[in-house]
């Protein structure tokens, strides 16, 4: 391993370039850096698919080049830190490299393991909990009282934004690691059992056409269902207070079962429509019209919004400030930008300029995700994710910030400082009881089903 990282700089620079010839001749200098035995070390193909090196990873795999002498990479070796390439993968959102490693065997059924990483974490886990990370998600999501208090509203809102071109790369993924990994029904089931809506709806949304295939979303409903007669059943032969705190507990577990299954029977009626949109209007002139169109598909279906739909002005949707990349500003490069990334509306004009030249393979894919997603926040990097203050908001902003919320978008729950954008006026009365909302909630799915 020590040997590997005297070479790390080097070896950097060739997978950025992406060169099969740079890599062999590197490899003919330095074998004793880069393999053990006849295996290519997982650090070199951990790195391969770190920088997105799409041919020098098929080169590894394959093994075929006779100056290799029989030497290749394994799809399936644990990295010391406890993870499998796809999960690596998985974190970078490069739906390619997940086509190549599965194509050479990879398993997506291999879960996370040790003391250096949170166990158990299959390479789906790790695409859906980065993309609950989310820039657009955040924003718009932690701080939105009706996310906290567990009303109905954010899903519309969830849906919408999930529906953004910039949205695609992160989905594609998700849909190609679900369409291989096992009981993934199972899967969708944990994330409403624990009433982790956000995660669900990603899950849902990507992976839907295979959830038809299996009679998934019946199956969902049934569970659904029955989980909350259970809870029905089981408060009326508790002889609790109306106001206790274990009153008070399922109640709200009662309506986050309600939230979900609102969402199985919106996506149920109008995902193929959501999903066949996304797939063809990658390059949407704006957001504007993104939102727009996804209203009408709600409405087409019957399971629109009552009342006041989404306003995109109240939406907060822009990318961090991230750095154009050398190649792009210099017109380098062989492949495009992702379409859902160069035509936001919400990058400027300098920062538009620029991606219309054409930057270096993988490039694009590291300034797509990095605009929207903080990569060091990773699932996979750290056992504990916490975030104090993010690096986008305004100092001018801090006067405004509330005590730390413990807020679960994804698997882990995360600390937060976050900005208060409502005023007291405006803001729900927190001591608004919970029988209106699963009224009202009621009604809505009356009309959806």
């Known amino acids: 391993m020590l040997k590997f990282y005297d070479i790390f700089g080097h070896l950097a620079n060739v997978l950025r370039k ?169 899967e969708l089931w944990n994330y409403i059992e624990h009433g982790k809506i956000v995660p669900a709806a990603i899950l849902l949304l990507a992976a839907q056409r295979r959830f038809r295939k299996l009679n998934g979303f019946d199956t969902i409903k049934n569970r659904i269902d029955d989980s909350i007669l259970s809870m029905i059943r089981e408060g009326c032969g508790l002889q609790i207070g109306k106001y206790t705190k274990a009153a008070k507990q399922r109640k709200e577990k ?54 006041k739909g989404i306003c995109v002005e109240e939406l907060k949707c822009r990318p961090y400030d991230c750095r154009v990349p050398h190649s792009v500003l210099h017109g380098h490069g062989d492949t495009d930008f992702t379409k859902a990334t160069t035509g936001s509306p919400t990058l400027d004009a300098k920062a538009k300029k620029a991606v219309r030249r054409k930057p270096r393979r993988g490039e694009d894919l590291w300034y797509a995700r990095d605009q929207f997603i903080p990569i060091w926040r990773s699932v996979l990097s750290a056992r504990y994710i916490t975030r104090i203050i993010p690096s986008y908001v305004p100092k001018k902003e801090f006067a405004d910030l509330q005590p730390q919320t413990q807020i679960q978008l994804g698997l882990l729950e995360r600390r937060y400082i976050f900005y208060n954008p409502f005023s007291a006026s405006n803001c729900r009365s927190t001591r608004r009881g919970f029988g209106p909302d699963v009224s009202t909630l009621l009604k809505t799915l009356k009309r959806v089903m």
């Open 18 to 186: 992406d060169s099969v010839s740079d890599f062999l001749n590197l490899f003919k200098k330095y074998r004793g850096h880069l393999v053990a035995g006849y295996v290519v070390t997982p650090q070199t193909l951990d790195l391969i698919i770190t920088e997105n090196a799409l041919r020098c990873a098929k080169f590894v795999l394959e093994g075929k080049e006779p100056k290799l002498r029989g030497m290749c990479a394994n799809p399936n070796y644990m990295t010391s830190l406890g993870y499998f390439p796809l999960h690596r993968t998985a974190q970078t959102f490069s739906a390619d490299m997940v086509k190549i490693l599965l194509r050479h065997g990879a398993l997506a059924n291999l879960r996370t393991s040790g003391e250096r990483i949170i166990e158990g974490l299959l390479p789906l886990h790790v695409a859906i909990e980065d993309t609950c990370q989310h820039k657009y998600l955040e924003d718009n999501l932690l701080a939105d009282e009706s996310y906290r208090k567990g009303y109905v509203e954010y899903i519309y809102k969830l849906i919408h934004l999930l529906c953004l071109p910039e949205m695609k790369i992160f989905l594609d993924t998700i849909r190609l690691l679900a369409a291989h990994t096992d009981n993934v029904a199972a």
């Open 254 to 307: 009662e309506l986050r079962f309600y939230n979900a299954l609102f969402l199985v029977r919106i996506l149920l009626k109008s995902g193929e429509a959501l999903d066949a949109y996304i797939q063809t209007h990658s390059e949407a002139s704006s957001h504007q019209e993104v939102h727009g169109k996804v209203s009408a598909i709600l409405q087409n279906y019957d399971v629109g919004p009552l009342g």
